[in-house]
């Protein structure tokens, strides 16, 4: 199939992947206009255009954002960092997965917004709290991500590690890691997106700034324009981590043809 062929589909595609968008938009404005929804309830798409200019303009919108990427940035950090080196001597040791597998799968089967009157009571209302609980949002995704790509690395790849006489930290960086790592760029892909969705839930407790703050600050004013803006923010910026991280996916995966081909 010729490249001109390959480029057409791909615009088909993302010309299909806004139909959807559109179509929610035109019902969206249709039932405002036709008078099946209050104003006050189901406020039109061009009222919270409006309200983003407005909170871009004062800058509010703006500080909220950078509030809140920063305790994402925080807490991924140390949830997904945590996750990735446990997950990987899991891995490596099936005695350390014997021991701490069944508590990590315990573990993960609790809501983790139940844990939160916990955290709060363990470290207050403040910044500690909400970077505590982010971080373990991206935690369990990171764990399981990385135990999974790391205990599947194809036999083929240790033997011929052995047969090279790779020492451990050798063995480690160009066998286990690079044969371990689509995995891993799917952990942390979606350590991301939960640390972002986590923030929201964060930050509706005792929070003084972030996107979620300003949501529950426009509930209580009854101001449905900025909370619905506050999703529509949400929305776009965990789309674009997401696609960023993709671009970054793929390009590990073209690496790691590379990789197989010579390991084969």
Same mark, same amino acid.
């Not at 039932?31 to 409006?50: C, D, G, K």
């Not at 506050?230 to 671009?247: A, D, H, K, R």
């Given at each position: 199939m #010729?490249?001109? $062929? =390959?480029?057409?589909?791909?615009?088909?595609?993302?010309? /299909?992947?806004?139909?959807?968008?559109? *179509?929610v938009?035109?019902?969206?404005?249709?039932?405002?206009?036709?008078?099946?929804?209050?104003?006050?309830?189901l406020?039109?798409?061009?009222?919270?255009?409006?309200t983003?200019?407005?909170?871009?303009?004062?800058?509010?919108?703006?500080?909220n954002?950078i509030s809140?990427?920063?305790?994402?940035l #925080?807490?991924? $950090? =140390?949830?997904a960092?945590?996750?990735?080196?446990?997950? /990987?001597?899991?891995?490596l040791?099936? *005695?350390l997965?014997?021991?701490?597998g069944?508590?990590?799968?315990?573990?993960?089967?609790?809501?983790?917004?139940?844990?939160m009157?916990?955290?709060?009571?363990?470290?207050?209302?403040?910044?500690v709290?909400?970077?505590?609980?982010?971080?373990?949002?991206?935690?369990?995704?990171?764990v399981?991500?990385?135990?999974q790509g790391?205990?599947?690395?194809?036999?083929?790849?240790?033997? /011929?590690?052995?047969?090279?006489?790779?020492?451990?930290?050798?063995?480690?960086?160009?066998?286990?890691?690079?044969?371990?790592?689509?995995?891993?760029?799917?952990?942390?892909?979606?350590?991301?997106?939960?640390?972002?969705?986590f923030?929201?839930?964060?930050?509706?407790?005792?929070?003084?700034?972030?996107?979620g703050?300003?949501?529950?600050?426009?509930?209580?004013?009854f101001?449905?324009?900025?909370?619905?803006a506050?999703?529509?923010?949400?929305?776009i910026?965990?789309?674009?981590m997401?696609?960023i991280l993709?671009?970054?996916e793929?390009?590990?995966?073209?690496?790691?043809?590379?990789?197989?081909?010579?390991?084969?």
């Amino acid at each position: 199939m #010729s490249k001109s $062929l =390959l480029k057409r589909f791909e615009w088909k595609d993302k010309l /299909l992947a806004l139909i959807v968008p559109l *179509l929610v938009l035109v019902a969206w404005q249709s039932a405002v206009s036709l008078q099946l929804f209050s104003e006050m309830i189901l406020v039109p798409p061009l009222t919270v255009m409006n309200t983003l200019v407005d909170l871009a303009r004062t800058g509010d919108l703006t500080n909220n954002i950078i509030s809140s990427l920063k305790r994402v940035l #925080s807490g991924f $950090l =140390l949830g997904a960092s945590t996750g990735f080196f446990l997950g /990987l001597l899991m891995g490596l040791s099936s *005695l350390l997965d014997r021991f701490v597998g069944p508590l990590i799968k315990a573990c993960k089967q609790v809501p983790q917004f139940a844990l939160m009157p916990l955290i709060i009571l363990w470290f207050g209302i403040d910044e500690v709290s909400k970077v505590v609980f982010i971080s373990i949002g991206a935690f369990f995704p990171m764990v399981f991500n990385t135990y999974q790509g790391v205990s599947g690395v194809p036999k083929k790849y240790r033997e /011929l590690a052995r047969v090279f006489n790779y020492k451990s930290f050798r063995y480690l960086t160009k066998v286990i890691l690079p044969g371990a790592l689509p995995s891993i760029i799917t952990g942390v892909r979606h350590s991301l997106g939960l640390s972002w969705m986590f923030v929201v839930g964060a930050e509706l407790f005792g929070s003084e700034s972030g996107v979620g703050y300003m949501m529950v600050w426009a509930r209580q004013l009854f101001q449905i324009d900025i909370v619905m803006a506050g999703l529509f923010v949400i929305g776009i910026i965990g789309f674009t981590m997401n696609i960023i991280l993709q671009i970054i996916e793929k390009r590990v995966l073209r690496w790691r043809v590379s990789f197989d081909g010579r390991m084969a």
